[in-house]
């Protein structure tokens, strides 16, 4: 094959058969078409027929022009999957994030409101780091007093963390929509259009929190708004991996109606004043039980000036007895709370012998809490309050976090 066929549409014959589709960069020697249906298909034999005119990648740009009357949202990119569209030619993953490049490839969004769009990021979302999510809350923060409503697109794998992060950060009057995709844009089966419209379309709505929407099934078929304190990542591929823990979704976003259905409680647009305060302190640990770990893992954090651990513990929320002692000496000067691996329940550490023992230690309950979010909660309390402060803060609800019954 010649060596500059890669991002060329070509027609060739293997196995008795005609495909036809574009070059993708090889490694291996094989050749490699992406076929019109989106997915990529192998040859270690073929025979070439012919050499068709230069592709064109991606849709032609459209001019956006404002519609009198529709809401103005902005759209914030941090990179991901949904932000990311596959150039041909060189096989790597380019950012899409100018609200021209948006709007040519979800055509349907200008219709729903004007948008304007920035790359704040272009990071893989296991790099998000607290000064991330810092810098991140600012600008929204900012674009809060200009537009009806924020859409930050995120990969998936840490999304719930973001999304957590901003919740204690950022009170605001107004939605903050976290969106993402399971499947890159160039895969049939992609969610990224569906995923983006119904974000748009709840950034729009009477809302007045930080929510994710994403797919809630495997279909086409809906969306749900979670909210950011109350949604975790469940499933490494699937579309629907998004789930609410502990609590119902806010909504459910029929595709393609866009017509909106409440679930549950939520803050209401303009119902609370916008409010930054955007310091965390990073040396605050998540730790998971297991059979068997020792409780040298705290004293080491300890020692190095940490100040607030989450545990995630067995069941209703337990460690090994051995672990007392040395839990009693931490809880003297620093915050310890305990979450459950199990995720869905409540923590009750009043059952068994050594749930009140950790009690009398001065570990604090996490109630139904995600640890994850629990991790995020405290770095936030440590970051603005003084520690007697954020022991009695650690306990109430501030955001939603913390259901008040558990339903099963």
Request: aromatic share 8%; charged share 30%.
């Amino acid at each position: 094959m010649p060596e500059n066929l890669d991002g060329k549409r070509v027609r060739i014959k293997a196995k008795g058969r005609i495909f036809e589709g574009i070059v993708m960069p090889s490694f291996t020697g094989n050749l490699v078409l992406k076929l019109d249906s989106g997915y990529n298909i192998g040859f270690r034999e073929y025979e070439l027929v012919e050499v068709l005119e230069e592709e064109k990648f991606g849709a032609e740009l459209v001019k956006l022009e404002k519609k009198e009357g529709l809401p103005e949202v902005k759209i914030i990119s941090t990179g991901g999957t949904i932000a990311s569209k596959v150039d041909y030619r060189t096989g790597a993953v380019t950012s899409q994030f100018t609200a021209e490049e948006i709007a040519s490839e979800v055509p349907e969004l200008t219709e729903i409101c004007n948008v304007d769009a920035e790359l704040l990021y272009n990071i893989l979302s296991e790099n998000m780091k607290p000064k991330n999510w810092v810098e991140l809350a600012r600008h929204v923060y900012g674009a809060l007093k200009k537009y009806d409503g924020v859409i930050i697109t995120h990969g998936t794998d840490t999304m719930h963390y973001s999304s957590a992060a901003l919740s204690f950060m950022l009170s605001t009057p107004k939605p903050v929509v976290f969106v993402g995709a399971q499947r890159s844009s160039d895969r049939p089966s992609s969610d990224a259009a569906m995923n983006l419209l119904c974000a748009a379309k709840a950034a729009i709505e009477d809302l007045g929190e930080v929510v994710v929407t994403m797919h809630g099934s495997t279909s086409d078929d809906f969306c749900y708004v979670h909210r950011g304190v109350k949604v975790r990542k469940n499933h490494t591929s699937r579309r629907d991996a998004f789930q609410s823990v502990n609590a119902k979704p806010i909504a459910r976003i029929d595709y393609p109606s866009l017509n909106v259905e409440w679930l549950s409680w939520r803050f209401r647009r303009d119902e609370r004043k916008p409010k930054l305060m955007d310091r965390l302190e990073e040396r605050v640990a998540l730790i998971k039980f297991f059979p068997g770990l020792d409780s040298e893992i705290m004293e080491y954090y300890h020692s190095k000036g940490y100040r607030g651990f989450v545990i995630e513990g067995t069941g209703l929320g337990h460690v090994s007895t051995d672990w007392i002692e040395t839990l009693k000496r931490v809880c003297e000067d620093s915050i310890v709370v305990m979450t459950s691996q199990c995720l869905w329940g409540r923590i009750c550490d009043r059952v068994y012998d050594t749930g009140r023992d950790l009690l009398n230690a001065g570990v604090i309950e996490g109630e139904d809490m995600l640890p994850e979010v629990a991790l995020i909660k405290l770095m936030w309390l440590l970051g603005n309050y003084s520690l007697d402060e954020a022991k009695e803060m650690v306990r109430r609800n501030v955001v939603g976090e913390i259901e008040p019954t558990t339903q099963y």
